[in-house]
């Protein structure tokens, strides 16, 4: 009878006397990768009750007790660090960076509000707002340093604003440097989610782009969760509350959830999103299939669904009839 | 008859003949002054229909139609100048930076609550938090890099958590940058909001402490509005929710509004801090007036608050009985 422990693999007679062992070498990091291998195994496992430490002393494997328990104390120690470093596989830092950009978005939008209402008072005229303005202020400071070549020279010298103090000026330059700073950290995020996704699903990333891409497997959860949606599920991901008014009530069935924000679907007219929205979701569940299983890129998924698009609004030129004097005709699958 | 323009005084006979002038000088500035002080007296107004700008040509302010056309347009521009930079007074400036901070401290939280999920699968056995590990991660980055020297250098060897690949370092190591640079800002704030009060509102500092002295005029709109509160406004304020609870059903009044941050209420047991909140209201209140009327530092005040107290520590050394044998008893007045 042949068993698997976590230190090497046993040969046993038929009164539980060992009769031979291969030992694995007593390296922390190999033994850790080999009892990983074996929670997933599962077969040849020690019978119930066996003594594996004087088996592992019997077999030579270790000196003594304390020896084998310290080692199993360090192999243990170091799969559950194994099994941490796996939580966090490529989609989920991209995740992460996709929360923490959402996190910027919001944090820097309403520091530039408040930027907004309080250098409106010194300078009302910029026209500014947003990453400008705080860049702006960074630059300048108060109105009065604003240089004959800046576009905004001549309105800072007229400007209505009241003088801006030294000590408020450097209070708002700070201010509007922490804004900045923001802002540039978007950026940065952003690059860094374009990068990722190149390399972890090129092809949702050729068809949605890489934020929307990072968007979708970011509230699916992960990219094979996203791979085992089916793509009517991918066609509505993020329009939950119309979503559930649509199951709890009789409100239409969303056409779309974030995907609304491909370029296909928002610069297409009102009547071809649905029937597009449908065509994008079900070449994007592919692409995100293609992804979690091959992640090799297939071009021609984009040229797949440029076709079918083509067709969609080869086929609807017109937008269709009122529903008015439809209301009378037996009820007809309406929303596609 | 004597009137009062905005360009001179001009002395009229009956007929409304111009008889003599004393003409100010062609200063915008000191004309815009002089229009907004007019602005407050309103009296020897020119009579309805008076020709204003005849007058200027024939006393010889103006050579011109269009000379007086084009000084009165600057003049009222300055003076438009000059009341928004009076609406900016030392108190709007401080519950600016007050709003400000609040966004600040918001912000600071949210980010840095981010990061801290964000870091915590690289290393999670930090213990950080806040503006240290912000700091922590801005030095560092990676755990890998922590020197011997620091005292998170055995928790970092030994962490549990993932390695950190060098594209997601630099996004966290630009993340936490970006939270220092808003910690550092806060801590600017409230240099500037310290250093503020002290001249704006002295007496208020010296009862309240710069930060909750800048609170109460920011929840009360200004300096001013804060003076003509009574002292049972001052006591509630930032109470909101309570008083109206109060005002509509049987809810008990509210001790104390903000003020409840002070030291003398907030390390009271607990059937004294109705009554402190009381008599610090009240020379809080009194503190308002004597900064928006003189801004004179009175140091009596202090002394007499700390009295106040020392009198009412010294009555109720002990918590008041229950309610519950009291309830036989003729109402009784038992809030303070």
């Known amino acids: 009878m042949k068993i698997n422990t976590w230190f090497g693999v046993l040969e046993l007679g038929s009164s539980g006397k060992l009769l031979a ?15 990983l291998s074996l929670r997933n195994k599962r077969q040849d496992m020690p019978p119930e009750g066996f003594d594996l430490k004087t088996a592992a002393i019997e077999s030579g494997f270790a000196d003594s007790y304390s020896e084998y328990y310290s080692l199993l104390h360090e192999v243990t120690l ?8 796996e939580s966090l596989t490529p989609d989920q830092r991209v995740i992460q960076a996709v929360e923490a950009l959402d996190d910027i978005n919001e944090t820097a939008n309403s520091l530039s509000e408040r930027l907004f209402e309080w250098y409106g ?17 960074t630059k300048y400071g108060s109105r009065e340093n604003v240089p004959p070549e800046d576009p905004l020279y001549l309105k800072a010298q007229n400007s209505m604003g009241a003088k801006l103090e030294s000590a408020d ?48 497997i970011s509230i699916a959860g992960s990219l094979d969760k996203l791979a085992a949606f089916p793509s009517s599920t991918v066609q509505v991901i993020g329009a939950n509350k119309a979503l559930f008014k649509h199951l709890r009530a009789r409100a239409p069935s969303p056409k779309h ?10 610069t297409s007219p ?16 592919l692409a995100a299939r293609i992804d979690f299983y091959s992640a090799k890129k297939d071009a021609s998924l984009e040229y797949e669904l440029e076709e079918k698009v083509r ?19 037996p009820k007809k699958k309406r929303r596609k």
């Open 121 to 137: 008072g010194y300078f009302p005229e910029s026209g500014l707002s947003g990453e400008a303005l705080s860049v702006f202020i």
């Open 270 to 285: 009102w009547w071809l999103r649905g029937k597009i929205a449908r065509a994008l979701a079900s070449k994007l569940s």
């Open 21 to 35: 062992s291969e030992l694995f070498p007593k390296d922390v990091r190999e033994l850790a990768l080999h009892l």
């Open 311 to 329: 067709k969609i609004r080869e086929a609807n030129p017109k937008p269709p009839q009122k529903r008015q004097e439809g209301k009378a005709k």
């Open 78 to 85: 170091e799969t559950v660090k194994l099994q941490v470093s």
């Open 169 to 216: 000026e450097s209070l708002l330059k700070g201010f509007a440097e922490s804004v900045s700073s923001l802002y540039e950290r978007r950026k940065q995020i952003e690059a860094y989610i374009e990068s990722s996704m190149e390399t972890l699903a090129p092809n949702l990333t050729m068809l949605a782009g890489p934020m929307l891409g990072a968007r979708l």
């Open 257 to 266: 959830g974030i995907i609304y924000s491909h370029p296909l679907i928002n």
